[in-house]
Structures are given as C-alpha cells and as structure tokens.
C-alpha cells in the first residue's frame, strides 16, 4: 500500500516570525475587544440576568453562522451551569422549530448586525408569544436591538481578521458576554461544584464529585483480613490471594486492630524478623488509617496522597471492617 508522506512548508527565519507577529497581533487585538466589553456590563446586563433568573421555562439561544456556533456553546454553558437552556437554528425556527418556544422560556438571539434575516423573520411571532427578547448584538441601533426587551452591546472596533471580514473579535466578545451570564447565574442560583458534577456524571469532575468510597470498595469475601493470633506467613497468604498489598488484622470482636501492608513486610526485613515464627500482630501498623464508606472518593484518595499510602481498609462506626480498596481500584474508577 503506497502511503502520502506528509509533507510542511520550508519557512526562513523571517517568514516564521511574520507568522508568529500575526499571531500575536490577533491575540492583541481580540485581548483588547474583551478589555472594552467590561465598561457595557452595566445596567443592561443586570436586567438581562433578571429575565433569566425569572424564566419558569428555557432559555432558547437563536443564531446564524458563526453566531450560531457561538450561541450553541452559550446555550451548553447556561445548561450546565443550572439555567436550562438549548439552542434553536433560526432557520428552522421558520419551518416549525418555532414550536420548541413556549410562553415561559426566554429568548437570548444573537447577530452581530442586529439584521440577520433568518432572525427577524420570527421576531413578530415571539413578541405575539410575549416572550422576553434578549439580543446579543453589535450594532444597538440595528432592528434586532431595538425589537429587543434587553440589548447587550457587543461590538468591536475591528476584527482580528487583516480583511476585516471573517467573525473573529466579533465571536470572541460574544462568547465572554454569555460566558459572564452563565457564571453571574450561577452564582445567583447558588449552584455548586456537586450540581454541576450531577450534570455531568461521566465526566471526571462528575466521578471526583459524586462516587463515594462504597462505590469502589471491595466488600464481603474480598476484603483481605486475618485474626489477630494469625502468623506472618498467613497474613501473606492472606495479601497474595486478595490482590489489593494489605490486609486487615482483627480483634476477636471482628474490630480492626491493626493493618498490614507490603510496607509493613519491608520494615520487618529491614529488621531480621524472623518470617517462619512471627505474628502478624508483632509487625502490623496500629492506629493506621482508615475512611467511612460515606465519604468521596476523591476525598479518600487526597488522604492516601498526604500520607503516602497506596491502600485504605473501610470500617463502619463501631470499627468493624467492611471494605477495603487501594489506587488501582481508585484509577479504574476513573477518580485519579
């Protein structure tokens, strides 16, 4: 099979820092759009969160083009951050999409003209919905901002584009305004770091925030565990057929009265005791540490990290074992 070898352009050493100057002089010029968009957080911008914190049903994102790539992403955002939300194609709007608005939701269109056509075909029938209007615009006196019951202002002085035409700054500013609302609501409705985890279960945050150390603990027969009378020897055998580099050592009410750990084994090597004749409860780390089944994962793991321990046993309150885990079962839980 003959494959195409990938080939890249020979650039001199002045051709290379001219990309490099355009680069940088895009990141300058879309730096500064954003620095001139904090002086329109004003008045405006406060009631537009007013409208959405009072919305009873969605925020409907409407947008065109690159718009709409942008007031898709807004439209993710405000969901998962707490304020319902999803986006409508104003073109479908038009073709029957318009029924996904309801009297309760709240529209948030965006067009960097204020004219896009698509959007003020529909604009008659959401003010008959009496549904409050929010436009994104950069033009305030264009017609979307003037139908609009809020406008927010996000203009740019210039693209980064050299031509001047393609979306660049424009989006960019556009994409900080809803970002700025999505956060400010957020804080408003008081939405935490659990919500937002719940919201997102298969995510890592989702797994950090919501898996609790029941959720990953071996239990039963696989928790590795030896009585206290028990030989060194036994203990081993005990680790090796269990899997997880430690065992429990019980007290005869079942309570844990010790842990013994590869660690343990390689202190007592240290120390010439002798592996035929010793008890476990002669080598065995007392007072180690231990976790509920209640708490995070994540919390569990921050423990392990701290003190420098690959495995934690499980015990309920009256000390009994009922659990035990180490980082494999943490990393394949996907908390690590």
Known sequence: MVTQATTMKVLDSDEAEKLRQLGL??????????????????????????????????????????????????????AS?????????????????????TPKDVVLAIS??????????????????HVPLIAMTGNPASTLARSADINLDVSVRQEACPLGLAPTSSTTVTLVMGDALAVSLLEARGFTAEDFARSHPGGRLGRRLLLLVRDIMHSGEAIPAVPVTATLGEALVEMTKKGLGMTAVLDGERRLAGIFTDGDLRRALDRNVDLRHARVADVMTRNGKTVTPDILAAEALRLMEENKINGLMVIDEHQAVVGAFNMHDLLRAGVV
């Open 25 to 78: 002089a895009v990141i300058r010029t879309e730096g500064e759009a954003i620095q001139e968009l904090q002086a329109r957080v004003g008045d405006a911008f406060v009631d537009a969160c007013r409208y959405l914190l009072a919305c009873e049903g969605r925020i409907v994102v409407l947008g065109m083009g690159k718009s709409g790539h942008i007031g898709s992403k807004i439209a993710a955002t405000l």
């Open 81 to 101: 951050t707490g304020s319902p939300a999803f986006f409508v194609h104003p073109g479908e709007a038009s073709h029957g999409d318009l029924g996904m608005i």
């Open 112 to 129: 960097n003209s204020g004219e896009t056509e698509e959007i003020l075909t529909i604009l008659p029938i959401i003010k008959r919905l």
